[in-house]
């Protein structure tokens, strides 16, 4: 049974990759989502945001706005992007079910993750986050809210910064209705604070930015590509999810989410490694030989970048 299921998320996977695109208009405009919520499990639903850049027409829902509804209550993955995401979020959930949020988990401390945080807090709701990222937030606030004006005009009003009230450092543990939540911290990867839940009962891995594979991942100044992998190989994998919701994209399996995250940056630190041993500079390092890649979305916007802060990390390694 597991072969089959795993056989048919691949192919689920494959088949979503290959109509991602960044052209793709707003598929839920009477909503402030991008994406009307599906079931990607029994009671386990995610709002799946754009491929492309955060923009006006997609309300900034670039990323997967996940929720898990048990008989106790909601358990909450991502703010949105600004009150008036996480207000058309919360509608969807009450379509759903009459039980209450009872946790908000901010998965990083990025704009998409976060700027909702108002909206739940004022109905009195926690919000939990990794305590690297609540430092990100409270050090980046005001230039993550003004990015987020900068493109949602007037979709920005009532929109402020709110600091999780709740944090944890490597792992945070409970259970609701039943259901036993993992908030993880599994190490460095893609930015500070990266979160994953792990509901182990189901085999189901929310993974956050730990995990892409329809987008090309983005290399920040402060990514440890070396550190990502070691997360990915020590803590990530081992777990072997059944089920994976990565942090921007359909849901799929550990099969995609490792060619086009881990096989990714083994790729690119291959080439770039070539670079340095080659005695080349910063320059060359932007024209390695990416081509495998360019059927993620945001290819054109990331893959220069990534390899010239790929070879700015390795070069003191």
């Keep these: 049974m597991k072969i089959f299921s795993n056989l048919i998320l691949f192919l689920f996977g494959l088949n979503s990759l290959l109509l991602a695109s960044e052209d793709i208009d707003d598929k839920y405009p ?23 850049p955060p923009t006006y027409e997609n309300a900034g829902h670039n990323n997967n706005l996940s929720f898990v509804v048990t008989n106790e209550g ?4 991502n703010s949105g992007a600004s009150v008036r995401l996480a207000e058309a979020l919360h ?14 988990i901010n998965e990083n401390g990025q704009g998409h993750a976060i700027l909702g945080n108002k909206y739940w807090s004022q109905k009195g709701i926690d919000i939990l ?76 891995m929310i993974a956050g930015d730990m995990a892409f594979h329809e987008r090309m991942l983005p290399i920040f100044e402060n990514t440890c590509t070396k550190c990502w ?14 089920y994976v919701i990565p942090g921007h994209g359909h849901p799929t399996n550990m099969a995609q989410v490792t060619r086009f995250t881990r096989d990714y940056l083994v790729d690119l630190r291959k080439k770039i490694s070539e670079v ?20 993620l979305d945001t290819f054109d916007e990331l893959a220069k970048r990534n390899a010239g802060r790929v070879f700015e990390e390795m070069e003191f390694e």
């Design 74 to 77: 909601v358990v909450v993955i």
């Design 229 to 242: 992998l070691e997360t990915w190989d020590e803590k990530f994998a081992p777990l072997n999810a059944l």
């Design 30 to 52: 009477q909503s402030e989502l991008y994406n009307k919520p599906v079931e990607v499990i029994p009671n386990v639903f995610t709002a799946i945001g754009a491929t492309a």
């Design 276 to 295: 340095l041993e080659n005695g080349g500079d910063l320059a060359e390092a932007f024209y390695v030989d990416q081509q495998r890649w360019r059927l």
């Design 129 to 204: 986050a990794h305590e690297d990222a609540i430092f990100e937030i409270e050090e980046n606030s005001h230039s993550i809210l003004q990015r987020m004006k900068s493109y949602n005009k007037d979709r920005a009003v009532g929109t402020e910064v709110v600091v999780p009230n709740k944090s944890f450092s490597e792992k945070f543990i409970f259970t609701l209705g039943g259901l036993e939540f993992h908030v993880l911290h599994l190490g460095p990867a893609h930015g500070p604070g990266d979160t994953q839940v792990w509901l182990p009962e189901l085999s189901l």
């Design 91 to 104: 509608s969807e959930i009450m379509k759903i079910t009459d039980k209450p949020i009872k946790l908000v």
